[in-house]
């Protein structure tokens, strides 16, 4: 089940991000199992999860919960989602990825900088 929060739940998603985020709670049964923020960049969206607890049935149904975050996107016009990993050494992210229909990942070079 997914639940549009109101703003950045408590505890998760360390970094500051912008007003163009939208939250969400993704639950198994009665407990959240994730929350996703979706980064809205015109007609493009960023993904960004924080797992809380992982299983077979939980993969099933973020499966399914994927396809409802996707149909929100597209009622707000989105036409295509990014997701991105910073461990360029995590051999399950090909995987994970996959479950939502996302391409295989693809080596980029990324420049970042603290002003």
């Known amino acids: ?9 408590s505890g998760y998603f360390k970094t500051a991000y912008s007003n163009n ?25 960023s993904l960004h999860t924080e797992i809380v607890m992982w299983s077979h049935n939980i993969a099933r149904t973020m499966q ?3 396809e409802e975050i ?3 996107c597209k009622c707000l016009g989105i036409k295509e989602m ?3 990993n910073n ?3 995590d051999k399950r992210w090909p995987k994970f990825i996959r479950l939502f229909g996302f391409d295989e990942p693809k080596p980029i ?7």
């Open 64 to 66: 399914i919960d994927w």
């Open 82 to 84: 990014v997701a991105s």
């Open 1 to 9: 089940m997914v639940k549009k929060l109101s703003e950045k739940p």
């Open 21 to 45: 985020f939208m939250w969400f709670g993704l639950y198994y049964k009665k407990d959240p199992y994730a929350y996703a923020a979706i980064e809205i960049l015109g007609v493009f969206a």
């Open 109 to 115: 070079l990324v420049s970042r900088q603290e002003i």
């Open 87 to 89: 461990d360029v050494n």
């Open 70 to 72: 996707k149909f929100i």
